[in-house]
């Protein structure tokens, strides 16, 4: 079994988290970039590589709410010129 699986998610400006969407899970990074590259411009990507059977969110320190995922490589394909995002 995988130790990891990659992950598109579709990325859109709205300023708020998460502002991302998952549209497919590969084995390798090779398949979702093969993938990537047919998906249609008009949107932005993240590629992410995430660890299964484990949890990566981060918790803020005051209200212990998860507000991010911590320990996660990702790729941003920003394709639109409208997309000011950052690392999630």
Do not use: C
């Amino acid at each position: 079994m995988n130790k990891y699986v990659w992950a598109i998610f579709v990325a859109e400006n709205t300023g708020r988290f998460p502002n991302f969407y998952p549209i497919g899970l590969y084995t390798s990074r090779e398949k979702a970039i093969e993938e990537l590259e047919a998906l249609p411009r008009e949107m932005n990507y993240q590629l992410l590589k995430l660890p299964v059977n484990q949890t990566f969110p981060y918790y803020h320190k005051e209200s212990s709410k998860p507000v991010g995922m911590d320990g996660i490589y990702h790729e941003h394909f920003n394709f639109r010129d409208d997309y000011a995002g950052g690392d999630s």
